[in-house]
C-alpha cells in the first residue's frame, strides 16, 4: 500500500538508468513523493542548498569526485538530512567506513528490488538502514575487541612495509631501506596479507585509501 506522505527525494547518479529505476521504486511506495534527480556533486548541492530533501539516495563514484568527501558538505547545508549510500562497491569494505563518516545507511547495487524497498522504508520510519551483515561485522568487532578499522591490527613496522609497497618499491628495496633481510620483507608481507584477508596490492592500495 502506498503511503501519502510528501516526501522529496534526491537521487545521486552519474548513470541515468538508475537514477530512473530508483525513481520508479520510490514512486511504488510513495504516492505523493517529490523526486530530484542530480549526475554529480555540483547539481547535488545546488538542489540541497534549494530544497530541503528528506532522503539522499547517494553513490560513491563520481566524475567530480568520491561522495565520501563530500557528506560533511552535505550535512552543513542539511544537517538533519537522511542519506543512504547506493552503490556496486562491497558493503564489507565500504559500509562502515561510510556510516562513520555520515550516512545514515548503506545498500548494495547487487541487492534484490524487495531489499531495497525495504532499505528506503527504513530510512523514511527510523532515519536509518543497517545490513545484518554490518550489524554482524559490528557485533563481532564488539566481542572479539577487533577493531573495525583493520589497519589497526598491523603493527609499526606492517604499517611501515605496507606504505613503501603501495609507493611501489619491491622487496629487495624496501629490505635495503629498512636494514633488514628479504625474507624478512616477505615475512611482514605476508602478515599484512594475512591480517587484511587480501591477496594482492590492489587490495591493500583500497584499504588504505579507505581507512588511513
Do not use: C, W
Not at 568487532?141 to 573495525?148: A, C, G, R
Amino acid at each position: 500500500m502506498k503511503q501519502t506522505t510528501n516526501f522529496t527525494f534526491l537521487i545521486v547518479d552519474d548513470h541515468s538508468i538508475v537514477r530512473q529505476g530508483v525513481s520508479l521504486l520510490i514512486k511504488e511506495l510513495f504516492l505523493n513523493a517529490k523526486i530530484h534527480q542530480a549526475g554529480n556533486f555540483k547539481d547535488t548541492l545546488k538542489i540541497l542548498r534549494e530544497t530541503k530533501v528528506d532522503l539522499l539516495i547517494l553513490d560513491i563514484n563520481f566524475p567530480d569526485g568520491n561522495s565520501l568527501n563530500i557528506l560533511a558538505e552535505i550535512k552543513n547545508i542539511q544537517s538533519d538530512i537522511k542519506i543512504l549510500i547506493f552503490s556496486g562497491y562491497d558493503e564489507d569494505i565500504y559500509g562502515l567506513r561510510y556510516i562513520n563518516a555520515g550516512a545514515s545507511g548503506y545498500l548494495n547495487k547487487g541487492s534484490s528490488e524487495d531489499e531495497m524497498k525495504q532499505a528506503i522504508k527504513s530510512m523514511m520510519i527510523s532515519g536509518k538502514y543497517i545490513t545484518q551483515n554490518i550489524k554482524d561485522r559490528i557485533l563481532d568487532s564488539y566481542i572479539s575487541k577487533k577493531p573495525i578499522n583493520p589497519l589497526e591490527q598491523l603493527s609499526n613496522r606492517e604499517v611501515e612495509v605496507a606504505r613503501l609497497l603501495i609507493k611501489g618499491y619491491g622487496n629487495m628495496e624496501i629490505a635495503e631501506l629498512l636494514q633488514v633481510k628479504k625474507s624478512t620483507v616477505s615475512t611482514f608481507k605476508n602478515r599484512i596479507f594475512e591480517k587484511l584477508g587480501i591477496t594482492n596490492l590492489a587490495d591493500l592500495i583500497d584499504f588504505f585509501q579507505l581507512y588511513s
